[in-house]
T-cell receptor, first 113, second 113 residues
């Protein structure tokens, strides 16, 4: 069974600090891996998209890394802000246009002043 | 762009009534649309996949007679929760896919009293 597991399950950090979220997956083969941010009561919003051949992708203060050999990805948030408080979801898409995606379990991040 | 809208954003209804949720891709044509349900503190769970003009494919455990999906056009899909009960209260999110990827709507909060 294809799985995507994230850690930690939840995280509290001080405003201004950095943090790294982890994603381990067993989906194989895969087309691309995405990190989404989901605010409470809102739909997911894409942060980064990486194909299997990419190692890193940045979007402002968000930097995602991918190691296709170990099937691990991380999302690093730099200089966190209160607005970064949200759930972060790792999503893996298999090849093929209309296959099902596999959602990670999510990491709930809370940034406190 | 790739904007997906949902209407309504929230709805409260009495037990036994039916509720229709619309999902629209505003600036692109979506050959496939997905409907997800998300309970508090849980990840998105795929309910069904629909392609324009054909019957939806439901995930195991999802009652097709209770959750009616109509994908009438390349820009519109509707989910009707029939005879809603309190246990149907959840956050429903649609997603639309085209050649560029999959894009999520903002979600609809359904509360059944």
């Amino acid at each position: 069974k294809n799985q995507v597991e994230q850690s930690p399950q939840s995280l509290i950090i001080l405003e201004g600090k950095n943090c790294t979220l982890q994603c381990n997956y067993t989906v194989s083969p895969f087309s691309n891996l995405r990190w989404y941010k989901q605010d409470t009561g809102r739909g997911p919003v894409s942060l980064t998209i990486m194909t299997f051949s990419e190692n890193t992708k940045s979007n402002g203060r968000y930097t995602a890394t991918l190691d296709a050999d170990t099937k691990q990805s991380s999302l690093h948030i730099t200089a966190s802000q209160l607005s970064d408080s949200a759930s972060y979801i790792c999503v893996v898409l298999p090849p093929g246009g209309y296959q099902k995606v596999t959602f990670g379990t999510g990491t709930k991040l809370q940034v406190i002043p | 762009g790739a904007v997906v809208s949902q209407h309504p954003s929230w709805v409260i209804c009495k037990s036994g009534t039916s509720v229709k949720i619309e999902c629209r891709s505003l600036d692109f044509q979506a050959t496939t649309m997905f409907w997800y349900r998300q309970f508090p503190k849980q990840s998105l769970m795929l309910m069904a996949t629909s392609n324009e003009g054909s019957k939806a494919t439901y995930e195991q455990g999802v009652e097709k007679d209770k959750f009616l999906i109509n994908h009438a056009s390349l820009t519109l899909s509707t989910l009707t929760v029939t005879s809603a009960h309190p246990e149907d209260s959840s956050f429903y999110i649609c997603s639309a896919r085209d050649g560029r990827g999959q894009f999520f709507g903002p979600g609809t909060r359904l509360t059944v009293l």
